[in-house]
Each structure stands twice: as C-alpha cells, then as structure tokens.
C-alpha cells in the first residue's frame, strides 16, 4: 500500500486543531482536511498561568470522534503540541494542570539552577539557548510537587498517556527540556542528579514514528475506533521544520512562523561553540537525528498580544487583515525598528504599552496609530528574522540562496517580503499548516507508505508539489 489516511491533533499556543491527512506516495498526492478547532490559551489560577489540560484532551477526542466518522479507515493518531511544559503524574492522577512557559515564577528557577550549574556547562551538555522557561528552570521553581510525583510528561506525551497508557517521553520534545545530552541525544542523568530531579520520573526516551500502542477501551468507544496512536516530531516546530520544502537543506534557512518565529538551519551535527553560546543559538532534536539550529524570535505574538490589548481598551473587536493592510501603507521608513527580542515583551499583557516604553529609552520616535504600531512590529521581526538568519549561516559555516517561511506567518505577504527585504535572499512562503503536514508525514511514513527508509528529503519533494510555495524576491 503507498497511501491511506492519518489523523494529526496538533496543539499551538492559540488554538488546537484534529485534522485528517490523506497521503498517497505512489501517486504524489497529499491533502490535509481540518475536522475540528478549538480555542486554546493561559488559564489563570491561584497558583498562576496554566494550560487547561482536561480541556484540550476532551476537544482531541471529540476531533477524534468528528475524523472517524469523516473517516472510517484511521491508520494512526500522531500529538504535537508546543515544548517545554509538563504535567506531573502520581499514578494515574495529574497533579494539577501544567504551568504556562508565560508564568512568570520561572524566574526563581533559573537562578536556582545557575547557582548549581553555570550556563555555560549546562550549555556544554545540552546544547541549548537560554530561554527562561526551558523544563529544567522550571523544575527548579516546582516546590514540593516534585516530591509526590513519580513521573513527569511533556504536553503531547502526558495527551497520549492519556490516550493509551503509555508513559514514553518523545525524543524532539525531550530535547528541549535541558535534561537530554546534546552529545548523543540520551537523558543527562548526570545533571539530574546534581540539579536533584529524580531519574525516575523521566519516561523511556523513544523516536518520531514509534508505536505507542491503542486508544484505551474507554477512549475508544468514545472516539468509536481503538486507533492506534504513534510518536510523531512531538514539538511542533520538528513536525514544522519536517514539512519546510527545502530541496537543499545545506543553503536554506528556514522560519516557523507562528507564535515563536524560530529561526534556523537543519545540521546534521550541533553547534556549541562560544560564538554559538554567545548568540543565543539552540540545538534541539529533529526527525531522523537531525539538529535544529535555531534561534527563538518572539514572532507574531507581538501582534497577537497588541490586537488583544487594543480590543480589550476599546471593547471592539479587530480585523487583522485590515489592519496588516493598513500597516502596508504606512512607510517603512517612518517606523523605528524595536529589539523583537527584549524580554520585556515575554508576559501576556499590555504590550503596546511595553513597546512605547522601550522607544522612550531609546530616544525614538513612539507609533501614533495602530497601523503604525503593526508596521514597526512586522519591521522589528523582519530584522530579527534577518540577523538570525544571518547568525545561522555565520556560526554553521553556511552559504545560504533561500528562506523558507512555513506557519501562519506565511500567509503574512508584508512579513515574508520584509523578510526578504532586509535579508537580501529570496523567500519561499509555505506551507501554512506546516506542523499538522510534518505529523502526517512522520506517520505515513511510519506506515511504510514510502516504502522502508524514506528519507527526509523525499517527504519535502511530496510537500513543495502539494504546497507549492509562493515567492517574495528581495526589493533591495
Ligand atoms: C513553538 C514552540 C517553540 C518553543 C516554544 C515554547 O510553538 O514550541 O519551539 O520554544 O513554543 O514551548
């Protein structure tokens, strides 16, 4: 057989989607049919910013259910989500909903842990861009829960304990908790032990494309078929960085662009160097063992965030495309690029407000309308994403020809030419749904629908004929 049908439940921070992929390699075919969506978000309580756990499990069945009726012949279910966060477990009971890597307690955590193991060393063994939020900083901000539970999963593993019983950590996922050894991709037990996690809670580490068994009978007759549920690149920017249809992955950067821009390279081997340290650059696991050298770029959160601040002041609700047409006529050359990156920028909250505040430090000009603001935005991320790409190519020793955008950033046209602009490089824009596309890849793969040992490559040659991307040249 050389195609079938997959489910993917793929999790962003904004919202959740169930969609069906029909894959067929023979033929060249590939198609994504969205089922179910459903809003997603931080939930405050008295503890902090969480996720509402229960609450997505119950749409991904109820997505679940909505696909087999759509479609009978299921062959597998595949669960990405974003990375870092996880519940505890005791048994079988979660011990509350995870915290939110928006939570500011997080703070504590990262000085608790540099006073046991400076950046530097932990940069050594992990390979990892200091990110506030990254599990083990949360760990340490964890208090006494960590002494009742007995294992911890990652968001799309804790999905599938759920699911099927199975307590495994996916491989991509796991990389970004700053426990995974950057050398050969096994837990850093070492480092548990001196940070003072114990290695019991840590699932068995397995790979995207792994069998993880069966809906449980209960799941089952709520979804009406026992579906099989297999590892896929569980963080979804590995599903994503699948599903860039880069034909040469040696002279092309690529861009996932949705809450986060991560910004990077696909290396067969990672980077540590200083200069690599120095520039905040990451090496966290992708499909296949490949690395993902990246950057996190703080993405169209910054607009996300500014448009929910504006509509909760004037209680109106705003037309995005509207407004990014607005912006389009404001000139670039009237805007002042702010740092994308400041932390500041990181809480929920009023960001316009933060924005203004860092132009006031800087001596510059603040935005005097919306349409302003969303130019200086869409202005700061284009160079953010430039000097990234830049720094990619510099640290790897690369020669780059192009910049792959996938994610919902591609659909923004001013971003993706901008992006070009003050990259110098052409970019190739697409495919929109990039990370749901990397999961039903990973399973079609895994299926044997390619045929035994398919190549990465070969699963991008389907992708940029069923997604051909759309072309932004640079201007000048
Ligand atoms: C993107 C993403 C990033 C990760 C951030 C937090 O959705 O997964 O790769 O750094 O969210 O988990």
């Not at 931080?42 to 499990?57: E, F, I, M």
């Not at 590995?238 to 992955?249: I, K, L, R």
């Not at 995005?320 to 990156?341: I, K, Q, R, W, Y």
Request: aromatic share 6%.
């Amino acid at each position: 057989m050389t195609g079938g049908a997959v489910a993917a439940v793929d999790l962003g921070a904004t919202s959740g989607r169930v969609m069906i992929g029909r894959v067929d390699a023979a033929a060249g075919t590939l198609a994504l049919e969205q089922v179910a969506r459903f809003p997603n978000g931080g939930v405050r309580l008295a503890s902090g910013l969480h996720w509402d756990l229960t609450a997505l499990h119950a749409h991904a069945l109820r997505g679940l259910a909505d696909a087999v009726r759509t479609e009978p012949d299921i062959a597998s279910v595949g669960i990405d989500s974003w990375a870092v966060d996880y519940t505890l477990l005791r048994g079988d009971r979660m011990l509350g909903e995870p915290f939110h890597y928006r939570d500011e307690r997080t703070e504590r955590g990262v000085e608790a842990v540099h006073a046991t193991v400076p950046f530097i060393e932990l940069y050594r063994r992990n390979g990892l861009q200091f990110l506030p939020f990254n599990t083990l900083y949360q760990l340490a901000a964890e208090g006494d829960a960590l002494d009742l539970a007995d294992a911890l999963l990652l968001v799309p593993d804790a999905l599938a304990f759920q699911l099927t019983g199975a307590r495994v950590a996916e491989r991509t996922n796991a990389s970004t908790t700053g426990l995974v050894s950057v050398a050969d991709g096994t837990w850093d037990t070492g480092l548990m032990d001196t940070l003072g996690y114990d290695r019991t809670l840590f699932g068995e580490l397995v790979d995207p494309g792994a069998p993880l068994g069966a809906l449980r009978p209960a799941m089952a007759r709520e979804v009406g078929a026992a579906l099989e549920v297999v590892a896929v690149g569980s963080h979804d920017t590995a599903s994503a960085v699948v599903a860039v249809p880069m034909t040469d992955p040696s002279t092309a950067a690529y861009i996932s662009c949705g809450t986060w821009g991560l910004v990077g390279l696909e290396l067969e081997h990672a980077v540590t160097s200083d200069a690599a340290r120095e520039a905040n650059f990451t090496n966290e696991g992708g499909v296949d063992g490949r690395v993902r050298f990246l950057h996190n770029v703080m993405g169209l959160w910054l607009l996300s965030e500014s448009v929910r601040q504006w509509e909760r002041e004037t209680g109106q609700a705003i037309d995005l495309p509207t407004l990014l047409a607005d912006a389009g006529e404001v000139p670039a050359s009237s805007v002042a690029v702010f740092d994308a990156n400041d932390p500041r920028f990181m809480a929920p909250g009023d960001l316009p407000a933060r924005i203004a505040e860092w132009y006031r430090e800087h001596d510059l000009p603040v935005p005097s309308t919306r349409a302003a603001f969303a130019r200086a935005i869409v202005e700061s991320l284009a160079e953010a994403f430039a000097d990234a790409v830049r720094d990619a190519a510099r640290l790897a020793g690369r020669d780059l020809e192009t910049i792959h955008i996938v994610g919902g950033g591609s659909l923004n046209r001013l971003l993706c030419q901008r992006t070009a602009d003050r990259a110098g490089l052409p970019v190739l824009a697409g495919p929109v749904e990039a990370t749901a596309i990397g999961n039903v890849l990973v399973q079609a793969r895994a299926q044997g629908w390619f045929g035994a040992d398919a190549s990465l490559e070969q699963l991008r040659t389907l992708v940029a004929s069923a997604y051909a991307p759309r072309r932004f040249t640079p201007q000048r």
